[in-house]
């Protein structure tokens, strides 16, 4: 097993291909509209609103859909059944949210440029952690807006969770959540670190591990 392991470390410390670099780098550059496109959408139907209401949330800010008028909309419903106002300062992921994908973009570029199959895991690893809060944040935060309803609202409504991924009837209100364009880049620079993972590890000509064979102490 040791001999198996040390080989894995090897192979780890393998320098990139040059399909690998250029796999990595795209990654990272895919990362650059992530600023400027909506990570999710949240949609708000009901037969007073036959257009919808719809929030876009960005990696930096709220937005609601008709030039903004939508959420300012949304917070005026929220009132009515107890809600608490979205406001951005309430927020806090959209503050280090984009210093963390700078980061990650600042390490896939040097992977890209100087690492080894080594720098990519890293980066994955970090991703996936990063993802993974990330849902939790805002499943969290959806949670505790849902949850804490003021007694004395206009409209009473029972405590609730958004949804953070599909469709849930609020009141009269058929809610919507789905991944917008910002999501699916983030999938897109997922993929392709690991194909620039993949045309290193299996890199041609070469065996990646020998087999072992198990209680022999010898290799084929």
């Known amino acids: 097993m040791s001999e198996k392991y040390k080989r894995i470390i090897a192979i780890l410390d393998r320098p990139l291909t040059t399909r690998s670099r250029i796999l990595v780098a795209t ?15 949240m949609s708000f139907m009901a037969q007073q609103y036959p257009e ?31 809600m608490a106002e979205l406001s951005e300062e309430d927020f806090s992921e959209l503050k280090w949210i984009p210093l963390v994908i700078g980061l990650i973009g600042v390490l896939t570029l040097r992977a890209a440029a100087i690492g080894s199959l080594k720098s990519i895991l890293d980066t994955m690893v ?14 969290y935060k959806l949670n ?9 609202a206009a409209v009473e409504v029972a405590p609730f969770t958004p949804p953070v991924f599909g469709y849930r009837m609020v009141g009269q209100f058929e809610v919507w959540s789905y991944p917008a364009l910002a999501t699916y880049l983030f999938v ?5 670190l690991l194909g620039g993972f993949w045309f290193t590890w299996h890199r041609p000509g070469e065996k990646m591990l020998d087999p072992i064979r198990t209680g022999s102490g010898g290799e084929q």
């Open 27 to 41: 990654a990272a550059l895919i990362l650059i509209p992530t600023f400027f496109a909506p990570l999710w959408r």
């Open 52 to 82: 919808g209401l719809d929030l876009y949330i960005y990696s930096h800010s709220l937005v609601g859909g008709d030039q903004g008028n939508d959420l300012v909309e949304i917070n005026v419903l929220n009132h009515y059944i107890g």
């Open 126 to 139: 970090i991703c996936i952690y990063f993802a993974g809060f990330s849902l939790w944040s805002f499943w």
């Open 144 to 152: 505790y807006y849902g949850k804490h309803l003021d007694p004395r």
């Open 188 to 192: 897109a620079f997922g993929l392709l």
